[in-house]
């Protein structure tokens, strides 16, 4: 199984309710939002994938903020900025393997001559355990965070504008990409 497709735990699900439901920035629901949203979540069923239940918390979540705020229709902004801090969550609860085969296999495509403290920032494209997608994050190679960001602000969707990796990387239907040459020498 791979990242996106495996169960998630309990124990991760709870973690990342928490995380949601428990916001002290602009993403922060009122008391009685913070109740209705777990109701919704309780209707989740139990076994989802990883992808399967971030799309539930999501659209869960959306359902309440709409509610809160009056919304009659969708704020992308909101959304977004919500899915990148739950995506990033996410990949921060795996498991340490699975962190790393995801990294690992992922390409390094920018040294954007950023820092966090003394920690170099990189861009990596790799697939989002939340989405099953390859994506382009943030990458902190010393402390190995990955924190997803944005795509349509950090890669534009224009008509006739595509992107290809390089020829030693492959990816299969329903499975992460890859470094054919790291992991066979071809």
């Given at each position: 199984?791979?990242?996106?497709?495996?169960?998630?735990?309990?124990?991760?699900?709870?973690?990342?309710?928490?995380?949601?439901?428990?916001?002290?920035?602009?993403?922060?629901?009122?008391?009685?939002?913070?109740?209705?949203?777990?109701?919704?979540?309780?209707?989740?069923?139990?076994?989802?994938?990883?992808?399967?239940?971030?799309?539930?918390?999501?659209?869960?979540?959306?359902?309440?903020?709409?509610?809160?705020?009056?919304?009659?229709?969708?704020?992308?902004?909101?959304?977004?900025?919500?899915?990148?801090?739950?995506?990033?969550?996410?990949?921060?609860?795996?498991?340490?393997?699975?962190?790393?085969?995801?990294?690992?296999?992922?390409?390094?495509?920018?040294?954007p001559n950023w820092s966090s403290g003394v920690h170099a920032l990189f861009f990596i494209w790799m697939v989002n355990p939340?989405?099953?997608?390859?994506?382009?994050?943030?990458?902190?190679?010393?402390?190995?965070?990955?924190?997803?960001?944005?795509?349509?602000?950090?890669?534009?969707?224009?008509?006739?504008?595509?992107?290809?990796?390089?020829?030693?990387?492959?990816?299969?239907?329903?499975?992460?990409?890859?470094?054919?040459?790291?992991?066979?020498?071809?």
């Amino acid at each position: 199984m791979t990242g996106w497709d495996q169960p998630i735990t309990q124990d991760i699900a709870a973690s990342i309710i928490e995380f949601a439901r428990n916001r002290r920035d602009v993403m922060e629901l009122s008391l009685l939002g913070k109740e209705k949203f777990m109701k919704l979540m309780n209707e989740v069923p139990y076994g989802l994938s990883i992808k399967d239940f971030r799309k539930a918390l999501v659209e869960k979540i959306t359902i309440v903020r709409k509610e809160e705020m009056g919304l009659t229709k969708d704020d992308k902004d909101w959304e977004e900025k919500l899915m990148e801090q739950i995506d990033t969550k996410i990949f921060e609860l795996l498991p340490e393997e699975t962190r790393s085969t995801l990294i690992e296999s992922g390409l390094v495509t920018d040294d954007p001559n950023w820092s966090s403290g003394v920690h170099a920032l990189f861009f990596i494209w790799m697939v989002n355990p939340g989405t099953g997608e390859l994506e382009l994050c943030h990458y902190n190679k010393d402390l190995q965070k990955v924190e997803f960001i944005h795509q349509d602000i950090w890669f534009p969707k224009k008509k006739g504008y595509y992107w290809y990796l390089p020829k030693n990387y492959v990816t299969f239907h329903g499975e992460p990409t890859f470094n054919v040459k790291k992991y066979t020498g071809i």
